[in-house]
């Protein structure tokens, strides 16, 4: 059974910096794997998707890396500014299967 | 990516009450939708599988007589809580699966803004 996992489970940043967001995963066959951010009370807002064959993905200030093989997933967040303060979802689907979400990274930026 | 609207965004009703929330896809035939369940600093947990035209497929633990799901068209999928306790109330959020009808990523999947249910 799928397990996904994320590290760390809460994060404080000041403005401007750069970080990381860790996901991993336990079975390695996977068809996609997708970053969502989720506001408090909030639906989810999907951020990337990086298939199966994909290394990375970037969308603005936005970077995912995928290392498949080792179960592994990275969400580079550059300069970071007070308004990317959410919660960060990893996700992996098999194919046609429903998405397995890891319990997610809340994030604040301190401005 | 495709369109996907819930209704109501939020409920809130009385012990032993039956809640309705409706999942429609609105750009996009849908044959299977997905119901997720969150509680409250919790991750998305997958509560059943709705197949259009057939019967959900529910996760372990979650109970089928309790959690009626209708998949009666392409475009729309109702989740009903019957006999509504408090320890029901979440967020629950619906989501439609691109299985190739879609330009875009395939098995991409695609959420509604989710219902908060809160039973008194």
């Known amino acids: 059974k799928q397990e996904v996992t994320q590290i760390p489970a809460a994060l404080s940043v000041p403005e401007g910096e750069n970080l990381v967001l860790n996901c991993s995963f336990t079975d390695s066959a996977i068809y996609n794997l997708q970053w969502f951010r989720q506001d408090p009370g909030k639906g989810l807002t999907s951020l990337l998707l990086?298939?199966?064959?994909?290394r990375e993905q970037t969308s603005g200030r936005l970077n995912a890396s995928l290392d498949k093989s080792s179960g592994r997933s990275t969400l580079y967040i550059a300069a970071s500014q007070p308004g990317d303060s959410a919660t960060y979802l990893c996700a992996v689907n098999s194919g046609n299967t429903p998405l397995v979400f890891g319990k997610g990274t809340r994030l604040s930026v301190i401005a | 990516g495709a369109v996907v609207s819930q209704h109501p965004s939020w409920v809130i009703c009385k012990s032993g009450t039956s809640v309705k929330i409706e999942c429609r896809s609105l750009?996009?035939?849908?044959?299977?939708m997905f119901w997720y369940r969150q509680f409250p600093k919790q991750s998305l947990m997958l509560m059943a599988t709705?197949?259009?035209?057939?019967?959900?497929?529910?996760e372990q633990g979650v109970e089928k007589d309790k959690f009626l799901i209708n998949h009666a068209s392409l475009t729309l999928s109702t989740l009903t809580v019957t006999s509504a306790h408090p320890e029901d109330s979440s967020f629950y959020i619906c989501s439609v699966i691109n299985l190739g009808g879609l330009a875009g990523g395939v098995n991409e999947q695609f959420f509604g803004p989710g219902t908060r249910l809160t039973v008194l």
């Open positions: 750009d996009f035939q849908a044959t299977t």
């Open positions: 990086i298939q199966s064959s994909q």
């Open positions: 709705s197949n259009e035209g057939s019967k959900a497929t529910y």
